[in-house]
């Protein structure tokens, strides 16, 4: 065994005890994507966090009741990127909506989009990061007052997308009304403090149905999770 896979064999244990000792009864499962890197392990080695510990929107009852409604938190536009891609070869887009009060869809407002897909070797030598985005595309915007959620689609799924918000995707999806829980969100640890970088997330997407919640991960910023 060389360094290298002493290395990968190590993070791979590491990763298997985190699932082990975090993994809560509702909390919906992640299994890793074949050929792609882990959840897991993306975050312990590129963000520093633990996947089930750092975790904010928990499910502690139904996956509908967990959290996934942010807040502008000072002055200036929020800014909501992707930053890793590791989904469909076809078109993602993502964007922003203010959170209905019934049952009524969200009115989803585009920002970006990115017709890309990351390899592992892009993670490990920092190469085609962030995915580039298309022409149109805007990572910036500002939600007023009013708490708001942010979505996103794959152009090779049919089903109107995701929101950060389980309770919408049962809702607005018929494909995913079983399993709406489709977004894990982070704080953001500066890797050279070890300290939370205020008012900003990161999001783990899961935009189907294989659960590796790594289709698109996401930076928000100026931002507070709503958690009521
Ligand atoms: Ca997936």
Redesign the pocket.
């Known amino acids: 065994m060389n360094a290298k896979h002493a290395r990968t064999w190590i993070i791979a244990f590491l990763a298997a005890t985190t699932v082990a000792i975090g993994q809560t009864a509702h909390q919906p499962k992640v299994a890793p ?1 074949p050929g792609e890197p882990d959840w897991a392990v993306i975050l312990k080695e590129r963000y520093g966090l633990e996947m089930f510990r750092d975790l904010l929107n928990p499910v502690k009852t139904t996956a509908e009741a967990a959290p996934g409604r942010f807040r502008k938190a000072g002055p200036g536009p929020v800014k909501y990127t992707p930053a890793v891609a590791l ?1 469909l070869e076809t078109t993602t887009r993502g964007g922003w909506y203010i959170s209905p009060r019934g049952a009524e869809p969200p009115q989803k407002k585009r920002l970006w989009s990115y017709t890309h897909k990351n390899t592992t070797a892009d993670l490990k030598n920092e190469r085609n990061l962030p995915p580039p985005l298309e022409r149109g595309s805007s990572t910036s915007f500002d939600p007023g007052e009013a708490p708001f959620g942010v979505w996103v689609s794959n152009d090779g799924l049919d089903d109107g997308g995701v929101y950060s918000e389980p309770r919408l995707v049962a809702q607005h999806n018929a494909r995913l009304r079983k399993q709406p829980y489709k977004a894990m969100i982070y704080p953001v640890i500066d890797r050279a403090t070890g300290k939370r970088v205020p008012n900003a997330l990161l999001i783990g997407w ?10 698109v991960i996401c930076r928000l910023d100026n931002v507070t999770l709503v958690d009521d």
Do not use: P, R
């Open positions: 994507g989904g899961e935009y189907s149905t294989n659960d590796d919640f790594q289709d």
